[in-house]
């Protein structure tokens, strides 16, 4: 679909380029697309980063119900992972670093949920009412993986989901053999990662001594992933029905993120 002048959020010649063979390819039956995949991406980018509901969405982008299909197609696929994993790769190669990471950083953001929804509670420790983002990332600080959970699990509950996931998605490849969190996440769970996944999760504590803010090592790194990832208006609340929209909404952030730093290299 040909637009009068760009948005912002629509994806650059050279992002595409990086993106073009990425995706799912189209099958040689059935009736031809009437919209591209690169216009069909900008519709969705045009919603994680605005905010807005899918019936929102302006008239010179292709129309909603086709946007939002496509949305949800990749995510019962799992397509945003599999793209997720693949940039993450390009990236950190970029980087001068190995493919897979070593070294990973674990830690939850609360974030208020909208009215309705599955998997809600209450974060009686932050007086959030809404849902967890429990995500694990790299040293730098790129999304290994993500479980959004009802606010009320706590973080050690959820964590061990997230770890054996991960674990078992990269059994073949694993080179995990040490992370990081915070004082959350200590006591059994220590022990569990060490008996089952055979690496190291080194606690992090804030000196007792501490006042105001301190920058605390390792810990930094998560900090600044989720300032990136609430950039994006569609992240400042949860607004989805289902969990696994709102992780495929994380995954879709990252995506975004790694596009523009790999564009400009």
């Known amino acids: 679909m040909t637009k009068s002048k760009a948005y912002p959020t629509d994806l650059q010649d050279s992002e595409w380029q990086v993106l073009e063979n990425e995706l799912p390819q189209p099958k040689g039956q059935g009736r031809p697309r009437s919209h591209s995949q ?40 799992g397509v945003w992972q599999q793209l997720n994993r693949r940039l993450r790769k390009v990236l950190r190669k970029r980087f001068k670093r190995h493919p897979q990471a070593s070294a990973a950083i674990l830690d939850s953001q609360s974030v208020k949920t909208v009215e309705g929804g599955q998997e ?72 569990w990662v060490q008996q089952t996944l055979g690496w190291c999760l080194e606690i992090i504590k804030r000196p007792r001594q501490a006042a105001g803010f301190i920058l605390l090592p390792k810990r930094w790194i998560v900090e600044r992933t989720f300032a990136w990832l609430t950039r994006h208006r569609r992240l400042a609340r949860d607004f989805e029905k289902l969990p696994e929209t709102s992780e495929a909404f994380i995954y879709l952030a990252m995506i975004r993120i790694m596009l523009k730093r790999l564009a400009r290299s």
Not at 142 to 164: F, H, Q
Not at 181 to 190: E, K, N, R, T, W
């Open 38 to 77: 690169r216009d069909i991406l900008n519709g969705i980018f045009y919603v994680l980063h605005n905010g807005i509901a899918w019936r929102c969405m302006p008239h010179d982008l292709p129309p909603w119900q086709t946007v939002y299909h496509y949305f949800r197609l990749w995510r019962s696929t």
């Open 120 to 191: 809600r509670g209450v974060d009686v420790h932050k007086q959030c009412n809404g849902r967890k983002r429990h995500v694990l990332v790299d040293s730098l600080g790129l999304l290994l993986s993500v479980y959004v959970t009802a606010a009320s699990v706590t973080d050690p509950g959820a964590a061990k989901g997230l770890l054996e996931c991960f674990f078992n998605q990269f059994f073949q490849s694993f080179r995990l053999k040490r992370s990081w969190a915070d004082a959350g996440y200590q006591g059994s769970l220590v022990i």
